[in-house]
């Protein structure tokens, strides 16, 4: 599986973003997919995931609320959609796909993007 990330930018504070990340491979409806991101000097935290069938999504404290995690197996795309971003939000990020049951955890994911730079000016 092959993955790539698209739709960063620099936005200003409360503005709206959407992420993309398109998949290769067959077998992609069949995997959780999931968004992490990873601001300069921090580590790589969870922002949100989303089963195969897209029946169940689970979010970050951080961005309850405000990020929507969507998916179009037919297309073979997962999105991002990021609603009143905060200067805080200004970070790396990154899709994957987790081969079992994803969650929370950069090392419950078997593939990754290269990830797409998001810059929200206060």
């Known amino acids: 599986v092959q993955l790539q990330a698209s739709g960063g930018g620099l936005v200003q504070a409360g503005d709206s973003l959407r992420l993309s990340c398109a998949a290769s491979g067959r077998t992609f409806s069949s995997y959780a997919m999931g968004w992490f991101r990873q601001a300069p000097g921090k580590e790589r935290e969870f922002v949100a995931t989303?089963?195969?069938?897209?029946?169940?999504?689970f979010y970050a404290d951080s961005v309850k609320g405000r990020f929507s995690i969507s998916r179009d197996n037919a297309k073979n795309m997962v999105y991002l959609h990021m609603n009143s971003l905060k200067p805080e939000d200004t970070a790396v990020y990154y899709c994957?796909?987790?081969?079992?049951?994803?969650?929370?955890?950069?090392?419950?994911?078997?593939?990754w993007g290269q990830g797409t730079l998001v810059t929200v000016s206060s």
């Open positions: 994957a796909v987790a081969k079992s049951s994803g969650g929370y955890y950069p090392s419950s994911y078997d593939y």
């Open positions: 989303i089963t195969w069938s897209g029946g169940s999504t």
